[in-house]
């Protein structure tokens, strides 16, 4: 059953413009429409001292258990560093053909490297990463087409490297 909507749950704060170009081209990617929202969490209790970062597994469950459905899909849109015990940090992640998935847009800021500030750079990152993200709650699995959303991302070079659309194989597992 295809969701009546994608829900993207901003928390922290973005530039309402930032949120509504990538509103604009998930509607694009995924047909159907974009609700944007805030939320509010106390991170604290995701928060590791020792890693001093943020805790993606948790997160991810409970953004499930508060804020997800299953008339749609939800992606919460953070500014924090996260980790899942495995790697030393993610960019996001998501339940594969869940109901929902979390993005951080914490290091896809060129300043973070040391690199000159580039607002373009940024939303662009932050847009792949969010329909990143939600391609896996929609069933998708990382791509090995160089130029696909889907591709898997390391490094920040990764995501710029790809495109923010999904190639033809994806888009048919879609059914978009």
Request: net charge positive; proline share 3%; glycine share 6%.
């Amino acid at each position: 059953m295809k969701p009546e909507n994608i829900t993207l749950i901003s928390f922290g704060y973005f530039e309402k413009r930032f949120l509504g170009e990538i509103m604009y081209d998930v509607e694009r990617e995924f047909r159907i429409p974009v609700i944007v929202r805030k939320g509010h969490l106390d991170l604290s209790l995701y928060f590791d001292p020792t890693r001093r970062q943020y805790n993606g597994n948790r997160l991810l469950q409970d953004i499930d258990l508060q804020f997800a459905s299953d008339q749609a899909k939800t992606l919460a849109v953070f500014n924090v560093d996260l980790y899942i015990p495995i790697l030393t940090f993610i960019f996001g992640q998501a339940f594969l053909n869940g109901r929902c998935g979390i993005a951080s847009a914490y290091r896809l800021r060129n300043e973070r490297y040391g690199i000159e500030a580039d607002e373009r750079i940024f939303v662009d990152r932050l847009r792949k990463e969010v329909i990143h993200e939600l391609g896996h709650a929609f069933g998708l699995i990382h791509c090995i087409t160089p130029t696909c959303v889907m591709r898997s991302s390391t490094y920040v070079e990764d995501i710029d490297q790809k495109s923010w659309s999904f190639c033809p194989k994806c888009r048919k597992q879609l059914g978009v």
